[in-house]
Each structure stands twice: as structure tokens, then as C-alpha cells.
């Protein structure tokens, strides 16, 4: 008989990746995957607590299956991730859950297999989270389902401990993978047939520092001198660390994609500064001046936040006037949330939640007004696409050109993966619609 699991998951990119780590050791185990989390016989939540929202969500989707646990004794219930890690949630989770089985945090993400084999074995719940040992393991592969594209780690952990983010507490300090792995990964990823590949680390700006391994300009060259016709990608880039040599190497790489995310989060210094950012916004406009000059067709996007403690109308106006300046192809816009356990969480003069709520809604109209005005420039236009899906609602394939761009347009047969020349025949907000020529 078929056994079959589901993987929720929360949060970003990363986690989505990782997603497929936890599916390529069920699948080791001989477990299928399922749409539906009432048919499956293993069910794991991969969380994330960067946002007080994802963590909210995560908790009520879990206190959702009391009921179907009750009904299928024997399924195993599995919580790991991001939000595991934080100090007491564990036994929080334990106590507020109890039929939850497994437990596991960020560092201990391969050893899901025996936590399962001892469930299965000694029919008691299973819950360890393991602290970081500065170490870099190289997992099990990945179940990948993601095809075109493939995310590739390059470092983990976060050396920055800015004061809102709970990342280096969950994920450990800073470690490179080596260069020589990823290489072989990309290689490989290649062979298979993945058209785009994305590197991700919390900063990949500071990939291998302070070691004799490649600098992160130097890793980029050598991936995008690998063989065939792929794309490039990376994320995240931290200004603080964003050089003029990582500049040059995307302007002559054309395998390297013109849109790099550089998260500025603020257009205010005195926010920078409590932030510990580690720039000022004039800094942070000379890296976009420097990008402009040697990729004038770059899109750059960004992360921005509001309602920062002690966040004045001045300090959002700044934001405001920074965002009209560098004319960002998209944003990633949030109100703060407070993080126990970072310097943020501690600090006087949190912004009232009325204000907050303006002021986001203000900044999402500024940056979609922007995306629009962009978007239109593309009507008339032929772009080349990677097709990544199918919209079975739309009845479209969808895919994106270098610049991030989403195009939907109509397809007789299958055309997922490859490159396709679309002409655009009208714009709306961040997508496009256009035909195959």
C-alpha cells in the first residue's frame, strides 16, 4: 500500500528549498507526495518566524489537524524550521500540540529520517533542537520541485544581527558552503535540465569571508562560465557588502541576470542606524548609482519596512523620497513585527499599529504606481521568457524575462522550460500578456 506525505510551507525562498530537502527524505523512505494533507500519512510543517503573521499562520494550521490526528492515530505529525528554533517554542509547541510527534529545528533538518524511525519504533514523541556547530553538512539531495528553476544554498546563518531580525538567532552565524560543491550542484542541476539557478545565502555578498575559498564575484564568474544556456540569479544581497566588483562581473556575464533584490529597508539614516544596517541612504544610493552605471537596464527590487520603532513622518517621507529616486521594479513592503528575543523587540517608542497600517498602505501605492508605469513600457515590445507553469485557471503558460517580469500567453503544447520570444500586447501592474512569435 502507497504511503504518502505533505510538506507545508512558510516563509521564504529558503524554506521552499529546504521543503525539498524534507521531500527528498520521505521520498528516500518511500513516501509519496500528496495535494491534499488529509490523505497523507506524514505531514510536516516547515516554519518560519521572521513574521509575527507566518508564525500565526503556522500555529493555526497545525491546531487544525487535532481532529484528524484523533482520526488517523497513526499518522505523524512533524514541526521543524525557523520557528522551532526560537528559545522555549519547542516546549511551547509540545505543550500547546500535544499530538504533534516530531519536533526539529534549523540545524538538525537531516536527521528527520531517524527522528521518523524512532516514532515508528518506540511510538513516543520525538523532539530535539540542536544549537549551531558552526559547521556546514552536505545533505541528502533535494527532491526538486521547482523545475525550470533550482535554488542552490551557498552559505547559511547571518553574521549582521540587525535589530528586528531573528535570523541569526534561529540560523546560527554565517558558514560557507564550499565552492567546489556548489559548482559540482550547478553542474549537475545543469545536466538535468534546470534553466535557472538561484544562490541563496542571508547575505551572499559576504560569501566566503575571511577564507581562502572564492570570493562571491569570483563564485559567480565560475558558475556562469558552466556550459549551456541558463540563467543566473541570486538573493540576498546586503548593501553594506555590495561591490563594484560584483557589478562588473554581472554587466559581462549575459548569463547573469540584469535584476539584482537589494534590500534597503529604509530611505531614513537615523532607522538605518537602529537597525544597524551599516550604511546611510546616501551610501546605499551611490551602490544603485554605481549598478546604473555599468548596467544601466538593471531592475533593481528591494525590502522595505515601516512603523520602525520611534519611525517619525520625517523618517517615512525619507523612505517615501528614496523609493521615487532609485525607481525600484518591485518592493517586498512590510510593517515591523516584533521579534522577541532582538534588540528591536526591547526598544521605546514602538509606532502605533494606526499609523503603521498608513503608512504601508501609502508605500504600496507609491511602488505599484511604479511597477505599473514600468510595466507599460513593455507593451509593443518582444521579450524572451523562461516558461515555468501552467495556469490552469488562466488557461496561460506563465514565465519570466531576465528583469523578473511575469508574461502569460497562450500555448498548444507544453512549453515548460523552455526560452520563448513573446510579443507583449498589454501590461497590468507586475504581469504581462502577450503572444508567442
Request: proline share 2%; with cysteine; charged share 25%.
Amino acid at each position: 500500500m502507497d504511503k504518502f506525505y505533505h510538506v507545508t510551507t512558510y516563509g521564504c525562498q529558503m524554506n521552499v528549498h529546504e521543503s525539498e530537502k524534507i521531500a527528498g527524505i520521505l521520498s528516500e523512505l518511500g513516501y509519496k507526495s500528496c495535494e491534499r494533507i488529509e490523505d497523507a500519512d506524514i505531514a510536516v510543517f516547515n516554519t518560519c518566524c521572521i513574521r509575527e503573521n507566518a508564525e500565526n499562520h503556522a500555529f493555526g494550521n497545525i491546531g487544525m489537524l487535532k481532529k484528524l490526528k484523533a482520526a488517523k492515530r497513526d499518522m505523524i505529525i512533524a514541526v521543524g524550521g525557523c520557528l522551532t528554533q526560537q528559545m522555549g517554542k519547542a516546549e511551547n509547541l509540545r505543550e500547546k500540540f500535544p499530538f504533534v510527534d516530531i519536533i526539529f529545528g534549523t540545524h538538525n533538518l537531516g536527521k528527520l529520517k531517524d527522528y521518523i524511525s524512532k516514532k515508528q519504533s518506540d511510538k513516543k514523541a520525538v523532539i530535539e533542537i540542536l544549537d549551531d556547530d558552526g559547521k556546514v553538512y552536505e545533505e541528502r539531495k533535494a527532491l526538486r520541485t521547482s523545475y525550470p528553476n533550482a535554488w542552490v544554498n551557498i552559505t547559511y546563518g547571518c553574521n549582521n544581527f540587525c535589530t528586528y531580525c531573528i535570523v541569526p538567532y534561529v540560523r546560527g552565524r554565517e558558514r560557507s558552503r564550499r565552492s567546489e560543491d556548489i559548482l559540482k550542484e550547478c553542474r549537475e542541476l545543469i545536466a538535468l535540465g534546470y534553466k535557472e539557478i538561484t544562490l541563496l545565502g542571508q547575505n551572499v555578498n559576504s560569501y566566503a569571508n575571511g577564507t581562502d575559498d572564492l570570493t562571491f564575484p569570483e563564485l559567480l564568474n565560475k558558475i556562469a562560465s558552466i556550459e549551456g544556456k541558463f540563467r543566473l540569479r541570486f538573493m540576498t544581497s546586503h548593501p553594506k557588502d555590495f561591490s563594484e566588483e560584483l557589478v562588473k562581473v554581472i554587466a559581462v556575464n549575459p548569463k547573469i541576470c540584469k535584476c539584482v533584490h537589494l534590500p534597503v529597508q529604509s530611505g531614513s539614516d537615523s532607522v538605518l542606524k537602529a537597525m544597524n544596517r551599516r550604511y546611510t541612504s546616501a551610501e546605499y544610493l551611490k551602490k544603485v548609482e554605481v549598478l546604473k552605471k555599468y548596467v544601466p537596464d538593471c531592475a533593481i527590487t528591494t525590502d522595505l519596512i515601516v512603523g520602525f520603532p520611534n519611525e517619525t513622518d520625517e523618517d517615512f517621507n525619507a523612505t517615501l523620497n528614496l523609493v521615487k529616486t532609485v525607481g525600484f521594479s518591485s518592493a517586498f513592503s512590510f510593517v515591523y513585527s516584533k521579534r522577541d528575543g532582538t534588540v528591536a523587540a526591547k526598544m521605546d517608542g514602538q509606532v502605533p499599529t494606526a499609523v503603521s497600517k498608513a503608512r504601508i498602505m501609502e508605500l504600496i501605492a507609491l511602488v505599484n504606481a511604479q511597477t505599473r508605469a514600468q510595466s507599460e513600457k513593455y507593451v509593443g515590445k518582444t521579450v524572451e521568457v523562461l516558461c515555468e507553469d501552467y495556469d490552469a485557471k488562466k488557461g496561460l503558460y506563465l514565465g519570466r524575462d531576465e528583469y523578473g517580469r511575469m508574461a502569460y500567453f497562450k500555448s498548444e503544447k507544453d512549453v515548460t522550460g523552455e526560452f520563448l520570444n513573446i510579443f507583449v500586447e498589454s501590461a497590468n501592474g507586475i504581469s504581462l500578456t502577450g503572444k508567442i512569435v
